[in-house]
């Protein structure tokens, strides 16, 4: 069997609704695998070519590109960085918003043996600088907004990026995107060997800088097929996920699980999120499946959603727990359960409820094909049903997943989430007697607002930089539509007291070296932070302490709050 026939008998199960017999394809791993050259070219150009592969639109800007189309430029794009110097192994980073350009670029990346680099556009000087430092791009690819940047980023460094690519005008240093797609449409994909790293993601964690999540060029790929099989989605169907280039999730579900079926993507760019327009463009281009973060449905539900003629066959949310009066007012609605399902950045999807099977509103619903998943304890054996423990999934050099290959520069990690032929998720669930997962609660402290994650660390230890600032932990604060807000306890030094001049300067602080995301939208001044007898703040107390302050609307002394909270 060939690669691209075990892509194809994947593909047909799916698309038969056979999920069951997912478990039973034989899967093998190649030495040799380069997506682009072994899947996309011979199924989605040679057999789809002259469908649409990707729909794009922003305000009364639409493009179509079929799968033709979008192999030429990619290699228009290929042939540029080579004959510029840039080789197999060499990194590019991408700094843009959702552009055509988002999927073409990928696509010759893979193509050429580079490693991928996304950067959501939110990020700042800061977060670039510290991207450099752990892998320093031969590329560049960024709109007018984020050229300057990573032109700062750079300038820290004596090594300087050999190519830098805007997306529109021009810029002393950068090469106008439109210049590399003059030259010829076809290319030689590189040999790529199937565990050659292709990705590197930055995800950010509790007690440090963010986690480099090294993927390879087989892992996602074949790993996406989870997500193709939980959104069910079938060649010929129009797919819609709201997701930033800049996340692991968009390569989920608006890159692989979508063509790796057959499907066309809808890329819908917006300046900001609107209910109204995102439910627009549901019905105009007829889309048949879509995934949302829980944040971005609990916008669309005040809506009135009788207004639209949907053609919609499936949807998905994944990001966080899916709230009740979500999944109600959808149904009534349109006639369809959102169905949720769990992943991460170090895997693809690997806990959903699959389509027409059914649903225990709650539950992240049951483990998909690629991944035995266990609830064990830490010591690496599997609890009793209904019993609380650590999301596993077994682990073998040898069996076929999405596992990712390794951390970048975090190493010792490695020895303390792959133990006792595990790999440990970091989230801890329960599993009842119908094999169904549960989800309780995350391990570290993570922040998770408006699907975005949050590492306190990182905004603490920029709070710490302001003079006024001893001390200071960052957790999340219940919010009513972000699902959490970033809140900030500190403790300031003696020659400074509480005030709302001070919060505000405390903001604009914020503001000016964090990413928008990561903005705390509420400071609270304190005398002391809980403790452990080790000096470890205990953020678990400060965190159930803050719920409990905003379910009883308990007014507190020397809070402040953002005026955007």
């Known amino acids: 069997m060939t690669e691209l026939q075990l892509f194809t008998t994947i593909r047909e199960t799916i698309d038969s609704e056979n999920y069951a017999q997912l478990r039973n394809i034989p899967l093998f791993k190649p030495k040799y695998f380069n997506w682009v050259r072994d899947v996309f070219e011979p199924y989605n150009v040679q057999q789809l070519g002259d469908q649409l592969g990707l729909i794009w639109k922003y305000n009364d800007l639409e493009e179509k590109y079929t799968f033709k189309d979008l192999s030429d430029k990619s290699n228009q794009f290929l042939n540029y960085l080579r004959d510029h110097g840039v080789e197999a192994g060499d990194k590019m980073i991408s700094q843009i918003p959702l552009l055509p350009c988002t999927w073409i670029s990928y696509l010759a990346c893979i193509k050429g043996g580079f490693v991928i680099i996304p950067a959501a556009v939110t990020l700042e000087e800061r977060d670039l600088k510290f991207r450099f430092e752990s892998a320093f791009p031969k590329v560049a690819l960024a709109d007018p907004t984020n050229a300057d940047k990573i032109d700062k980023a750079e300038s820290y460094f004596e090594e300087k990026i050999k190519v830098k690519i805007i997306t529109e005008g021009t810029r002393e240093g950068w090469v106008s995107l439109s210049d590399l797609y003059l030259g010829d449409t076809s290319s030689v994909a590189e040999n790529t060997q199937a565990d050659d790293n292709l990705f590197y993601f930055f995800t950010s964690g509790t007690t440090g800088m963010p986690k480099v999540v090294v993927h390879t060029h087989y892992t996602y790929p074949l790993g996406s097929f989870t997500t193709s099989s939980w959104v069910g989605m079938k060649q010929g169907d129009v797919h819609y996920n709201i997701s930033q280039p800049g996340w692991a999730k968009f390569f989920w579900s608006s890159f692989f699980a979508p063509w790796n079926m057959g499907t066309t993507i809808l890329g819908f760019h917006s300046d900001r999120f609107v209910a109204e327009d995102q439910l627009k463009a549901l019905e105009d281009y007829k889309v048949n499946t879509f995934c949302a973060p829980p944040t971005a449905l609990r916008s669309l539900i005040l809506e009135d959603l009788t207004k639209y003629n949907f053609n919609l066959r499936?949807?998905?949310?994944?990001?966080?727990?899916?709230?009740?009066?979500?999944?109600?007012?959808?149904?009534?609605?349109?006639?369809?359960?959102?169905?949720?399902?769990?992943?991460?950045?170090?895997?693809?999807?690997?806990?959903?409820?699959?389509?027409?099977?059914?649903?225990?509103?709650?539950?992240?619903?049951?483990?998909?094909?690629?991944?035995?998943?266990?609830?064990?304890?830490?010591?690496?054996?599997?609890?009793?049903?209904?019993?609380?423990?650590?999301?596993?999934?077994?682990?073998?050099?040898?069996?076929?997943?999405?596992?990712?290959?390794?951390?970048?520069?975090?190493?010792?990690?490695?020895?303390?989430?792959?133990?006792?032929?595990?790999?440990?998720?970091?989230?801890?669930?329960?599993?009842?007697?119908?094999?169904?997962?549960?989800?309780?609660?995350?391990?570290?402290?993570?922040?998770?607002?408006?699907?975005?994650?949050?590492?306190?660390?990182?905004?603490?230890?920029?709070?710490?930089?302001?003079?006024?600032?001893?001390?200071?932990?960052?957790?999340?604060?219940?919010?009513?539509?972000?699902?959490?807000?970033?809140?900030?306890?500190?403790?300031?030094?003696?020659?400074?007291?509480?005030?709302?001049?001070?919060?505000?300067?405390?903001?604009?602080?914020?503001?000016?070296?964090?990413?928008?995301?990561?903005?705390?939208?509420?400071?609270?001044?304190?005398?002391?932070?809980?403790k452990t007898i080790s000096g470890k703040i205990r953020r678990v107390e400060l965190r159930a302490n803050e719920a409990l302050d905003k379910q009883n609307k308990t007014e507190i002394e020397n809070e402040f709050y953002h005026s955007k909270y």
Not at 315 to 341: F, H, M, Q, S, Y
């Open 314 to 530: 499936q949807c998905v949310a994944a990001g966080e727990p899916l709230n009740p009066e979500i999944i109600d007012v959808w149904k009534n609605a349109t006639g369809i359960t959102i169905r949720d399902g769990y992943g991460q950045t170090e895997t693809t999807a690997s806990i959903v409820n699959l389509p027409n099977e059914p649903v225990k509103f709650g539950s992240m619903g049951k483990p998909t094909f690629l991944y035995d998943v266990v609830i064990a304890d830490d010591e690496g054996d599997e609890v009793p049903i209904s019993e609380e423990g650590n999301i596993c999934i077994k682990f073998d050099e040898n069996v076929i997943n999405g596992v990712f290959k390794t951390y970048l520069i975090q190493l010792d990690k490695m020895k303390q989430v792959f133990k006792h032929g595990l790999y440990y998720t970091g989230d801890k669930a329960y599993k009842d007697e119908d094999g169904y997962v549960w989800f309780v609660g995350r391990d570290d402290d993570v922040i998770k607002a408006s699907d975005f994650r949050v590492g306190p660390f990182e905004v603490e230890s920029v709070l710490l930089e302001h003079d006024a600032i001893v001390e200071a932990a960052v957790v999340a604060s219940p919010h009513p539509t972000r699902s959490a807000a970033v809140k900030a306890f500190v403790i300031l030094n003696k020659d400074y007291v509480p005030t709302k001049e001070l919060a505000e300067e405390l903001f604009k602080f914020s503001e000016d070296n964090l990413a928008r995301y990561k903005i705390p939208r509420i400071v609270q001044f304190v005398e002391t932070l809980p």
